[in-house]
């Protein structure tokens, strides 16, 4: 029983930082918005949130901090996506590989030239029984809650998923398609750094250049795995949490495991994921595809 709980608690615990990348995903993939610069946004989060509760010695505005960082990113990816029509991969290919050098030098700026930030003061938990369970993933289960409650029950919701659809049609009835794109995309960014956040003051207390590593991607096959829906790409992430899960259960236990092979179950997962379901998964119709005003 104390193995099941160990495992629960793991699986709950690594999902975590998935979750609110994947949902960053849904919410800027479903305004049309490819947005692969989730795993970008996650590191700019993740040393924005160390960095600033160790100054202030306050989590929540370490929190906070790192939302407001992944969103200034996604500000540029919104820019170049939707103002300049660029192409949205490409943009957010740019962000993955700027964000570890600028999360780098940020951290060396702030710490006096160390490559990691100090132990940084950690977002408090909830204890249920036996299983400790830390507040940010309370929140991102909330936040899942929420955006599917935005998406489908409110007319936002309608509007932000016929501007995936149909932007052209929504703009003839007056939607500003821009200015849902923009936003979704701000929300995205803003996700995807607390996910950052929920890694480096919620399970690891410090920032390190491998704090987020791959993350992002694998929130991104969460993203398809679940169908571009919020309960699904959370459903997702607990799968690929349990992987992880897996890695240190085993990796403590007694089982013969070599480590190479145990690290590469949740990367393995992810790439078994999308051979099996990318094809059957079918994103919103303008997804990745820019939008100029009058086009047809």
Known sequence: MESIILLLSITLMYSTPLVFGALGGVISERSGVTNIGIEGMMVIGAV???????????????FLAAGAAGALVALLHAVASVSFAADQTIS?????MLAPGIALFACRFFF??????PIATKLPGAVF????INITTIIALLFAVIMWFVLYKTKWGLRIRAVGEHPAAADTLGIN???VRYACVLVSGMLAGFGGASMT???ISQFTQTAISGHGFIAMAAVIFGKWHPFGAYGACLLFGFTQALV??????????PSQILSMLPYVMTI???ILFVGRSVAPKADGVPYVKGSR
């Open 177 to 179: 398609v821009y200015r």
């Open 112 to 117: 006096d030239g160390a490559a990691m930030s």
């Open 48 to 62: 924005a949130a160390a960095t600033a509760s160790y100054f202030t010695g306050n989590p929540w505005i370490g």
């Open 272 to 274: 078994v994921v999308l």
């Open 248 to 257: 240190v259960v085993l990796g403590g236990g007694n089982f013969i495991v």
């Open 129 to 132: 029984g036996n299983m400790s």
């Open 92 to 96: 957010g290919v740019a962000i993955n």
């Open 201 to 203: 003051i919620a399970i």
